[in-house]
């Protein structure tokens, strides 16, 4: 490939931080540059508490772990996400079961969130969790989300892997849930290679993730373990990295929303093409630029032609998630659906997005486009 669609943007002081960690012999999973990453980013996010750890779903590990989902307690969430969300729920031993999209976020719909609730508690068992998911760098309708969850006081996890930098009327993505989990993974607005972020306003919480990311060892001279812990904290060379790309959060943001501004001027003509929408009061950091493509209105040109167009001139461009209740692997799982993700990942396409794009490369993706459809 010539041009990924979401590559590792490493345009600040990456290196020195590196090789500052590596000089300084703390080659560990733990050291001053995760202690110093964690007060930085939980600042980033406005939250109190911060955790630097391997991976997000590590984060979503612990935070269901910290709320307590037992085996066989459900725990609802978005159809419409990556698989770590869904995989996270069955580490805990819980049941997941999910809630279709909205048609102006592309997230969890807050009425069928409420009809959901309230047929289970119809049925006397309410979820232990909800875990929402604000996808593509946007945020979830957390107004309404809130509202219910607090009326049949259930809480809410917050999966903002993809978000770090979006906002909600006047709200960081992150600050929504009791506690929120953040990645860090190479495709991600900022990047570690592989890590994630636990944070939550309740020091109890940090303290305990901090303790069962280290192997729950108990404060004792020799090895005393008396619950079961899990090798999940971050190593120090790696948050030396991420504190790099913290410092450039902002930019980054700033330039992925310019690449969705390009590409809207561009392509915003063109008949059976729209962009993921932005409804008011929310600021995606349109992470990734999504586009749905009707081949009713398209002359017969579907996401598919154009990812192949694309990628016969080396640039990626991948399909929407493929919604998990399609999912072999959580067949038989409940589900509130509106048809709203299966659409999405029947028409949609996510563009080159990273913060590295050049005008250049904006200018060559888009003319292939534009040649696909027959401009
Ligand atoms: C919505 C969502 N949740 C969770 C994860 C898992 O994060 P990680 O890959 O850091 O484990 C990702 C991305 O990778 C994601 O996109």
Redesign the pocket.
Known sequence: MRIYMSPPDMSGNEREMLLDAFDSNWIAPLGPHVNALETEFAKAVEMDHAVALA????A?HLALILMGVRPGDEVLTSTF??V??ANAITYVGGKPVFVDSDRTSWNMDPNLLEAELKQCANRGKLPAAVVT?D?NGQCCDYNAIEQICSKFDVPIIE?A??ALGARYHTRAAGSFGEIA?F???GN?IITTS???MLVTSNKEWADHARFLSTQARDAAVHYEHSQIGYNYRMSNLLAAVGRAQLSQLDAKVAKRRANFQYYEEQLGGIDGLEFMPEPNDFCSTRWLTAVLIDREKSDGVTWDDVRQALAAEKIESRPLWKPMHLQPVFRGCRCQLSGVSEDLFGRGLCLPSGSNLTDEDLQLITNIIKSRFGL
Do not use: M, R, Y
């Open positions: 991976s997000g779903t590590s979503l996400t990556f770590a969300t998911v996808v999966d892997a993809e989990a990645s860090f993974n991600k592989g890590g994630g």
